[in-house]
């Protein structure tokens, strides 16, 4: 019985969470649709005016116009699932734009999206908006004048609470219709944008280049911050160490001949300081390729990883084969990296980890169910786990709205 309740409230939760992530995919596409509509109306004004000769000196600012609302969609859509790759500035002269099909495609989307997109993303605004101020209105609706005492859509008159409870019962429905097509909704107000505002395959394979180029870079980057590191935790702790067991074995040759209790002592400093530099150059070791990896393979590592989490944390992994060394590698620092911003920021009093692979790609899945707000840009932690993965051509999506969950959703290719 408990474990039953349990499912429910969590499939409850569950929906929840889609009907307002549902809302805010219709909110924001609203804001885009605006701007569409806005541009599809200039677009077709300068085209009228073209007829008579003034709209060609007015055509020249379409490109720009046209790849502004297109490329806040594609950042839009970013940030609720794949990435849809920006297309930077819009060619120069009105005939290369018309030649470029890329603008072609942007402008199937305006219209699409400038007339679609707004009538779903302010019907669906609407309906939810409509719903909450019917829920509430018998709490407020006495202090309305007398003429405006009738909310929208309700078409019989409020003169008494009987009247203020019918338009609570209408708003219930309004919400339970928001609630079975909200998602719907969403989902096919960008389907427009996910469907035209991808590269086209020749243009993707050419930004796939440069991406791969950019990616390289960082991963040089990376490789060289990794060295330094090592460099400074040798040099500071190691070094230091080390250093230390050469003065105190020459004080010790030195105290051998008159005073033999003070080398003594001098030795077991000595030793004592060995066995501290032994252990912070293990540290370092583990720090480059830990050998938890090779003695229990991932699926083992990330085990002991949310054994240790300080919050608690299942695995479900399942990996019949072993993937390169440096994709392992990557994997698992990826994961622990995660994991401890999860014990440090995420508010979470549980966590996940689900590993698969499918398809010659190794995938993760890291999930918590914390206060989300997870910022993925420049700067942030999450930032240095993109890196890492786009440096083996894998790739990072995170979904993280305000209240949460947070889900870091990784694939590596699995080399060998």
Known sequence: MTLTRRTGRASALKRARAVLDALEHLVGGLGTALLAFMVLA???LVALL??????LLLARTLPRLIRAPAERERARLSRWGPEIIAMGP????????LADPVIRRELRWLAAHGTL???????????????????????????L?????????????????????????????LGAAFVVLGPGMARLQAW???????PPPDIDLSMQVARLSATRAAALDAHATELRRIERSLHDGTQNRLVAVTVLIGATRRALARDPAAAEAALAQAQDAAEAAL??????VRGILPPVLADRGLAGALAGLAANCAVPCRTDVDLPGRCAVSVEATAYFVT??????????????????????HGGLLSLRIEDDGVGGADAGEGSGLAGIRSRIEAHDGTLTVTSPPGGPTVLEMELPCGS
């Open 336 to 357: 622990a990296e995660a994991l401890t911003n999860i014990s440090r920021h995420s508010r979470a009093t549980n966590a996940s980890v689900i590993g698969r692979t």
């Open 42 to 44: 200039w677009v077709v």
């Open 192 to 198: 427009p944008g996910r469907r035209l505002l991808v």
């Open 90 to 97: 819009a060619p120069p002269q009105v005939r290369m734009a």
């Open 279 to 284: 252990a912070e150059l293990r540290t370092v």
């Open 117 to 143: 997109g707004l009538a779903l993303g302010g019907g669906g605004a609407t309906l939810a908006m409509q719903a909450v101020q019917d829920v509430t209105y018998p709490l407020w609706w006495r202090v």
């Open 145 to 173: 004048p007398p003429e405006e005492s009738s909310p929208n859509f309700v078409f019989w008159s409020v003169r008494n609470d009987i009247d203020a409870l019918g338009v609570l019962f209408f708003g219930l429905l």
């Open 50 to 55: 073209c007829a008579v000769g003034v709209g």
